[in-house]
């Protein structure tokens, strides 16, 4: 791997920038490896690195159906944090935070990993008194986590419409000071050249379309070139398994596909310098370094997989935007699209052996799968080299629907739209 | 997206709310089976084609409406009504409207 660094840059400006190598191969698929990892997005990109990394597995392949990015690594709103009030949330995403904090440097690729800090605005006295609550379990975790007063959030968010008279008066917010955004494309695009380097193949344009199996274990996997065996196979999917699980005779799952809608204004000058979220309804909004506000609302809240969304989403996210910062209704939006999100029964992800012999399973990401790209890899490559979980995700496992278990960091019952 | 309501007609998707997958059957309270329950509540088989679904025309007539929509390209194939009033679709006022 051809090392990136300031004298690299200079050598190569020399040159007329000619010289570089791709950042990745693009090799043919061998008819066997030692694992399989079924979703080039970021969490399946993740668990390759860190199978060769952490556990020395590099006879390894990513099977991705489109081009790396197409899936919703390279549709979200970019924000990372780890302000959860479930201990078991908060550790995972903590873990996550910390793996973000090293990430450029671990991967020698700069994913502009930003922290900006995510505010959470609050419009009610209870809603505060649940944020200082909030802020106290992250507290006892060891997460930074800060209450604000009103004075202080308009110290910090110049733009917010803090006139008594607004439609939802903000009384505070709760900071996360380390939270923030990382550039979603260099995510994927890093963790795929710093898998590569490590012997990864990575291999685009290959669908998935069976598994093979032999006495009840999956083996390996038919694709559109050609099969090819391993006796482990991880699916990280996201919006598509239920689809994928089926082609394993797997046809019922805790899982709801959905579509997230995002949008970007036109570029302006800067004048949002960290991550706002409205708590009167359901909105996140940043800058991109590009000065394109960036923001996004709640899913359209019926089954889809048509990666587009519909338009009475974005009148309510429009309208929440401009009810929360004035100066945006006069923004031209600039594009808006969509992306297809599996949805858990109680809003949080599954990393797991199973549910077959030989099938590992990542899914179950929801909004919030962004920020977890470090940890779930992490995670994961843990799980299918151990065949056990770490304990970060002993707690995300399929059977804890069946248990009693279940994980609703929200408390809103077993209903995706809601979560 | 429209959909149309058999009472009212068709109207715009901001109007109904949805209630998911239409298909699943609560277990009987008799059965002490939790297989059947954790079905009930947790397991879908969230298809990508055709979806029989349910949704509540919240901001119309109130009914509930069981309807076969297509996940991937958002058509309607058909609209009846659900609970005591299934089968009474022919006779509602926005019949064939
Ligand atoms: C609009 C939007 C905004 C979001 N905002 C945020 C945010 O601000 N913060 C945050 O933390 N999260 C956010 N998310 C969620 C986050 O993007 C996802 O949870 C996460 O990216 C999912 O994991 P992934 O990267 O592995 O998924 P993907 O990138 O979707 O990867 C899955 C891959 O599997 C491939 N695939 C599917 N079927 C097959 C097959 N049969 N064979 C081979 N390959 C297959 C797909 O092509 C795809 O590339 C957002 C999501 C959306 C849509
Ligand atoms: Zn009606």
């Not at chain 1, 078991?88 to 873990?95: G, S």
């Not at chain 1, 990993?113 to 505060?128: I, Y």
Request: hydrophobic share 40%; proline share 6%.
């Amino acid at each position: 791997m051809q090392k990136y660094s300031a004298l690299s840059l200079l050598r190569n400006a020399l040159s007329g920038h000619r010289d570089w190598q791709p950042a990745w191969r693009k090799p043919d698929p061998k008819p066997a490896y030692d694992a399989i990892i079924v979703g080039g997005g970021g969490h399946g990109l993740s668990t390759a690195y860190y199978l060769a990394k952490e556990h020395g597995l590099t006879n390894i392949a990513v099977l991705e159906k489109g081009w790396l990015g197409s899936g919703n690594i390279g549709r979200n709103t970019t924000i990372v944090r780890s302000n959860y009030m479930l201990p078991d949330n908060n550790r995972f995403y903590e873990w996550s935070m910390k793996l973000w904090e090293g990430l450029s440097l671990d991967l020698n690729y700069n994913v502009m990993f930003s922290q900006r800090g995510v505010l959470n605005l609050a419009h009610t006295p209870s809603q505060l008194d649940d944020y200082a609550r909030r802020g106290n379990s992250m507290r006892l975790e060891g997460i930074d986590a800060e209450l604000l007063g009103r004075e202080e959030v308009a110290r910090m968010v110049p733009g917010l419409d803090m006139s008594p008279s607004a439609r939802f008066p903000v009384l505070g917010g709760l900071l996360q000071p380390r939270a923030g955004t990382a550039r979603h494309d260099a995510v994927a695009w890093g963790y795929a050249r710093a898998a590569d380097a490590r012997g990864v193949d990575i291999i685009e344009n290959c669908e998935v379309t069976g598994f093979l199996r032999e006495g009840g274990r999956i083996v390996g996997v038919e694709t559109t070139r050609g099969e090819i065996r391993a006796p482990k196979v991880g699916v990280a999917v996201a919006g598509s398994t239920s689809q994928v699980l089926r082609l394993a005779g797997i046809e019922r799952l805790p899982i709801e596909s959905h579509v997230l809608q995002a949008f970007v204004s036109e570029p302006v000058k800067p004048i949002l310098d960290c991550v706002v979220t409205f708590g009167a309804g359901h909105l996140y909004i940043s800058q991109s370094d590009k000065g394109g506000l960036v923001f996004g609302g709640d899913i359209d809240k019926y089954n889809s997989y048509a990666q587009r969304g519909n338009l009475p989403v974005v009148e309510h996210v429009m309208s929440e935007v401009s009810v929360m910062l004035p100066f945006v209704s006069r923004l031209r939006l600039l594009r808006n699209w969509g992306g297809i999100m599996d949805m858990s029964m109680d809003g949080s992800p599954i990393i797991t052996t199973g549910p077959l012999p030989g099938l590992y399973l990542n899914a179950g990401w929801c909004y919030g799968g962004f920020k977890a790209t470090p940890a779930s890899g992490w995670c994961f490559a843990w799980t299918m080299a151990r065949d056990e979980p770490h304990p970060l995700n002993a707690p995300f496992t399929l059977d804890r629907f069946q248990r009693g278990y279940v994980l609703d960091e929200r408390g809103a019952g077993p209903y995706p739209k809601m979560h | 997206m429209r959909i149309h309501c058999p009472c009212c007609g068709p109207r715009g998707v901001a109007e109904f709310s949805y209630g998911g997958d239409g298909t699943i059957r609560r277990p009987d309270l008799a059965v002490t089976d939790t297989d059947a329950h954790v079905a009930y509540v947790y397991e879908r088989e969230n298809p990508r084609g055709p979806h029989v679904e349910l949704w509540h025309h919240i901001g119309g007539c109130r009914h509930w409406l069981r309807v076969t929509r297509d996940t991937l390209t958002h058509e309607i194939s058909s609209v009846e009504m659900a609970g005591r009033f299934a089968g009474d679709a022919a006779r509602m006022p926005g019949a064939g409207a």
